[in-house]
């Protein structure tokens, strides 16, 4: 099973540059998150989306956007990179059915903004 | 708004000896808590889950936590430590299910051989 697969596995960008990472997963679950990993800060939501069409804002969404236009991906855009931008990115599914639920991470995206 | 404390940045243990990882949580209603594993480079996996029912919960690799809602607390044990247990643990409440997380800012462990 791939479960969560996230892409590219490291980015290197230059200050304004654009870019997507990229999400999916093969397990039709319905929630799809994003989070930013930073040093002594834990892991952040940055935006999620509890199914297609819908989306919405976690803790820390300037400086990003994403859409869901299908179950299996949830692309996370970077309109206009920015050195605080530099962060691991991972993206996480769960399944809607029920509370007794849990999160699926991807292996994340190390982004390096110069 | 919930938040989840771990007030342990760093922990160094000898292999073969106990551990305790600990977990504050704030939250309003019934927690559903987690808590995670990361290994360098890795992404998270999940060692174990409470969502209600009995308080002592059993998770992988010989891991289990105690939900004590009297204390907020979700801390995580271990008997005995391998070297294999180095990495980062993270701790998590969510709002429901597992979709939107809250976590702390993680306990990095060192086991000395």
């Known amino acids: 099973n791939a479960g969560v697969t996230q892409t590219p596995k490291f980015q290197v960008l230059k200050t304004g540059q654009s870019m997507t990472l990229q999400c999916a997963q093969d397990?039709?679950?319905?929630?799809m998150s994003w989070y930013r990993q930073d040093p002594g800060m834990g892991l952040r939501l940055i935006h999620y989306s509890v199914g297609a069409g819908i989306t919405d804002q976690g803790e820390v969404p300037n400086g990003y956007n994403v859409s869901r236009s299908t179950t299996e991906d949830f692309p996370l855009r970077l309109l206009s990179a920015a050195p605080s931008q530099t962060s691991v990115y991972f993206c996480a599914s769960s399944a809607r059915t029920g509370m007794n639920t849990e999160a699926f991470f991807g292996q994340g995206t190390r982004l390096t903004v110069v | 708004a919930q938040s989840v404390t771990q007030p342990d940045i760093h922990i160094t243990v000898s292999e073969g000896a106990s551990l305790e990882l600990r977990c504050n949580y704030s939250y309003g209603a019934t927690p559903y808590l987690f808590w995670y594993v990361q290994s360098p480079g890795q992404g998270l996996q999940l060692l174990l889950k409470?969502?209600?029912?009995?308080?002592l919960v059993q998770g992988i690799k010989g891991f289990e936590a105690e939900f004590k809602r009297s204390q907020s607390s979700f801390n995580l044990r271990k008997p005995s430590v391998h070297w294999s247990d180095a990495a980062e643990y993270f701790c998590?409440?969510?709002?429901?299910?597992?979709?939107?997380?809250?976590f702390g800012t993680g306990t990095q462990l060192k086991v000395e051989l």
């Open positions: 998590a409440v969510a709002t429901g299910g597992g979709n939107k997380l809250t």
């Open positions: 397990m039709n679950h319905e929630y």
């Open positions: 409470y969502f209600s029912g009995d308080t």
